[in-house]
Nanobody
Framework: QVQLVESGGGLVQAGGSLRLSCAAS????????MGWYRQAPGKQRELVAA???????NYADSVKGRFTISRDNAKNTVYLQMNSLKPEDTAVYYC???????????????WGQGTQVTVSS
C-alpha cells in the first residue's frame, strides 16, 4: 500500500522557520509531481508549492521568497523549508504526490494525513 507520511509541523513564533518532510513508501514504481497544500480554518485548501520529478518548481505568490520546496528522489521524499513565517501561514499542511504503484498502469493522486503549523504573533 502506497502512502505519504508527513513530519515537521509545530508551533513557532512569527519570523521563525520550520522544515516539513513527506516520505512516500510502499510499492512505488514512479513519482511524478509532488507538492504541499495547506488549509486554514474556514478556508479552502490551497497550493503552497509544487515540484516536478525534474526539479521544476512552482509557488503560491504568498510564499515566494520565503518557502523553498525540494525533493530527494532516491528517498522518495519532498521537503518544504519555511522561513520568515507569518501568523497567516497557520494551517494544516498536506503533502500530495502523483504516483504509479508497481504493477499498475495508472498514476493516482495521493495525500498525506496533514501536519499542523501554527505561527504565533
Amino acid at each position: 500500500q502506497v502512502q505519504l507520511v508527513e513530519s515537521g509541523g509545530g508551533l513557532v513564533q512569527a519570523g521563525g522557520s520550520l522544515r516539513l518532510s513527506c516520505a512516500a513508501s510502499g510499492s512505488i514504481f514512479s513519482i511524478n509531481a509532488m507538492g504541499w497544500y495547506r488549509q486554514a480554518p474556514g478556508k479552502q485548501r490551497e497550493l503552497v508549492a509544487a515540484i516536478t520529478s525534474g526539479g521544476s518548481t512552482n509557488y503560491a505568490d504568498s510564499v515566494k521568497g520565503r518557502f523553498t520546496i525540494s525533493r530527494d528522489n532516491a528517498k522518495n521524499t519532498v521537503y518544504l523549508q519555511m522561513n520568515s513565517l507569518k501568523p497567516e501561514d497557520t494551517a494544516v499542511y498536506y503533502c500530495n504526490a502523483d504516483m504509479q504503484e508497481t504493477g499498475s498502469w495508472y498514476v493516482n493522486d495521493y495525500w498525506g494525513q496533514g501536519t499542523q503549523v501554527t505561527v504565533s504573533s
